[in-house]
């Protein structure tokens, strides 16, 4: 077990940028889940850290030493695959074996046949037969053990690749996307399981998912990535209360954020027309951007912010989303209503809408938070 | 009773519904079970009943003769000499051009593009008419003007005479390859190789495109630090039915040698016959020698190996390397 630094790493496909100047450190034992949208360069982070590509630049520190020039085969970490690329000739306690064969038997120890005479490889292999049914133990997979992959259903099989990558101590466990291939239900109870293994293990793991829930509810910090680049690695709460970017707070949490205009007008504050904060005194762009997560918007009658109607309801039973369309220009925004306000929502009711000043994140033009803003928005709001 | 009486109808028109759809069945299998039975089924039963004659073409009439064809074959010393032919041919092309097949499609797997300029040289003999070839073979293995003798020759008072073999052909004259006994065959069989190769370079090649490519990286965090070792971990295994394929297809292809050894000796099939393969025995005794009886008894023989070659093949693709 070991720390991992990541550190300014650049990846070029020919002319395409896929990974630009990416810094991370994982500490010993986190969990951490790198986070983004297809195509924003996570898979490629992991298998650089993995060893299976080269960085154009940048360096892999892996318990303080420099493992960059490293082959994969060297660096003493486990992979899980997202086609967990099992070997499809070695039964389960094989495919688990391979691991600890390749590195603690001789080339000569591992000879089908005369490996098998050599009093030394018959030691190793009991040794290794034990690390086997431990793994299997730990993973409940000990029934399994004489069947080959093709008998064993999504998430069997998916267990024995956890199995191949923990039967030995590797510094860190690296997932890629191994729940992509399961079915929803399967996918709920294997997330748990694979957090309680970690908590079970104290190992660092870094877990590659396109899944925001995932991310969420495993990970120590998230790190969210976009376009080659780490927007912001925090932990899942920060990640949802307190984004640096639009990018961020837009990607994680469902329903989407709620991303309205706002204007400044020398000390007012204004969206569509409507005066937010008459004392706003802070230096800020005179056009903005303000995310309001659909818990933070909430029904009233008296002086509402925003008014619009009912065009879609959705109904979860422990709360309902609502989809308003703004008079002011149509756009839509989602509200999150408890079950009892259900009466007053319906498709087509008018309703007025209102929200806290200090549950507002403000965003600037290009997408970068504006928190010093925020804290004057609030502060003007409090004095007026 | 009405419940009864329904439950007996249904029971009467079910059987009904299932022959009208079996006739179908059989109606629609006919045509090819007649042209399976007209083209492969009733020559193979022909050749096994003329096995056991002494039929010659244009006679009116022909005497059964019982197993005296077999016997000959397993007695004479002609037919001794076919089966070490045969067998010599089988058992050094088979492994040898799977072999290299193997290796090569291999290798041009690992190069880009110009992978593709050696796939089509390895496979120009493939696409070349045998029997042409093997008369420019004839030419290069010439005995005083062949190409292959006169580079020989060029190593004579070199170092090279150290070898026993260049040293005994630079003293008394290089081996004259097709009309030795010694040689003949296995110049045969290195035709056979050259020929034969690049045919299972493709297959093989084609078996490689299916290797799954995360099997590689997973060998490679397992510790899987040479290329042989992750051969041995995942690609012969996942070669397993394209191996079993190119075995068997080269053993057919091996037994049924015949253009080269037609081309080079078509008066009798090597020096003291020691290149006289099946299918040319065949050829000799059914259709120059109009010995119909003996060529179908090879025949029947020849049609067993085959057999059993293909039940084995079907055997480990059922059995051992279907995962």
């Given at each position: 077990m070991s720390d991992l630094h990541i550190a300014s790493v650049?990846?070029?496909?020919g002319e395409t940028s896929v990974l630009k100047g990416v810094t991370l450190d994982v500490k010993d034992g986190e969990f951490i889940s790198l986070v983004g949208p297809s195509g924003c360069g996570k898979s490629t982070l992991l298998r650089i850290i993995a060893g299976l590509e080269t960085p154009t630049t940048g360096t892999i520190a892996i318990g303080g030493a420099d493992v960059t020039q490293l082959r994969a085969a060297d660096r003493n970490l486990s992979m899980v695959f997202q086609s967990y690329a099992l070997y499809p000739h070695l039964t389960v306690a094989e495919n688990i074996a391979v691991p600890l064969q390749m590195r603690q038997m001789t080339a000569l120890q591992r000879l089908p046949l005369l490996g098998g005479l050599l009093p030394s490889a018959r030691a190793q292999a009991g040794d290794i037969a034990q690390a086997v049914s431990h793994a299997a133990q730990i993973l409940e997979i000990a029934p399994l053990l004489d069947r080959k992959p093709g008998q064993l259903s999504g998430g069997q099989r998916q267990r024995v690749a956890l199995g191949r990558a923990l039967v030995r101590d590797p510094a860190a466990f690296l997932l890629d996307e191994p729940l992509s291939n399961l079915d929803a239900k399967l996918r709920v109870q294997t997330r748990t399981e694979i957090a309680e293994l970690h908590r079970r293990l104290q190992a660092t793991f870094i877990y590659v998912t396109h899944d925001q829930v995932e991310a969420m509810t495993m990970?120590?910090?998230?790190?969210?990535?976009m376009g080659g680049e780490i927007l912001q690695c925090a932990p899942p709460d920060v990640i949802y209360e307190d984004?640096?970017?639009?990018?961020?707070?837009?990607f994680i949490g469902s329903p989407k954020i709620n991303i309205l205009p706002v204007e400044r007008n020398g000390t007012v504050l204004t969206v569509f027309d409507q005066v937010l904060s008459a004392h706003f005194s802070a230096d800020s762009p005179k056009l903005m951007?303000?995310?309001?997560r659909p818990e933070a918007l909430r029904l009233t009658q008296t002086a509402p912010l925003l008014t619009g109607r009912v065009v879609h309801l959705e109904n979860l039973g422990a709360e309902i989303f609502a989809q308003v369309a703004l008079d002011s220009n149509g756009s839509r925004v989602t509200l999150r209503a408890i079950p009892a306000q259900r009466h007053s929502l319906g498709l087509g009711v008018q309703v007025g809408?209102?929200?806290?000043?200090?549950?507002?994140?403000?965003?600037?033009?290009?997408?970068?938070?504006?928190?010093?803003?925020e804290v004057a928005a609030t502060r003007a709001a409090e004095v007026a | 009773m009405v419940a009864v009486d329904a439950s007996g109808a249904t029971r009467v028109t079910k059987p009904k519904a299932d022959n009208r759809q079996a006739r179908t069945g059989w109606m629609l299998a006919t045509p090819a079970l007649v042209l399976m039975v007209l083209i492969l089924l009733v020559p193979i039963i022909l050749a096994g009943v003329l096995s056991f004659t002494n039929y010659s073409l244009g006679n009116s009439g022909f005497g059964w003769v019982g197993l005296q064809n077999y016997e000959r074959l397993f007695a004479r010393s002609t037919y001794e000499k076919m089966f070490v032919a045969t067998f010599t041919y089988v058992v050094t092309v088979v492994p040898i051009s799977v072999g290299l097949g193997l290796g090569a499609a291999l290798l041009v797997h690992s190069l880009g593009r110009i992978g593709d300029i050696y796939k089509t040289i390895y496979f120009l003999p493939v696409m070349a008419t045998l029997l042409a070839m093997a008369i420019a073979w004839e030419f290069m293995l010439h005995p005083t003007i062949g190409m292959v003798n006169r580079t020989l020759e060029m190593a004579c008072g070199t170092w090279l005479e150290v070898i026993p073999f260049f040293a005994g052909g630079c003293a008394d004259g290089f081996p004259i390859w097709l009309?030795?006994?010694?040689?003949a065959i296995w110049v045969v069989c290195f035709i056979g190789i050259w020929q034969?190769?690049?045919?299972?370079?493709?297959?093989?090649?084609?078996?490689?495109?299916?290797?799954?490519?995360?099997?590689?990286?997973?060998?490679?965090?397992d510790g899987a630090r040479s290329g042989w070792e992750r051969f041995r971990l995942v690609t012969w295994p996942a070669l397993g039915p394209t191996t079993v394929f190119v075995v068997t297809i080269s053993c057919i292809r091996a037994f049924q040698v015949f253009d080269t050894i037609e081309a080079f000796w078509p008066q009798g099939g090597g020096p003291n016959k020691s290149a006289y393969v099946m299918m040319f025995a065949i050829f000799e005794k059914g259709i120059q020698q109009n010995l119909i009886g003996i060529g179908s008894a090879i025949?029947?023989?020849f049609l067993l190996f085959v057999m059993f070659l293909t039940l084995i093949q079907r055997w480990l693709v059922e059995r051992k390397v279907h995962y």
């Open positions: 650049t990846k070029l496909f990970s120590d910090r998230i790190a969210v990535m984004p640096d970017d639009i990018r961020v707070a837009e951007q303000m995310g309001l809408l209102s929200f806290d000043l200090n549950s507002v994140m403000l965003f600037d033009a290009d997408g970068a938070r504006l928190r010093k803003a | 009309g030795d006994r010694d040689y034969g190769f690049g045919f299972n370079m493709v297959l093989f090649l084609a078996g490689l495109t299916s290797v799954h490519r995360e099997l590689y990286h997973a060998a490679e965090m025949t029947m023989l």
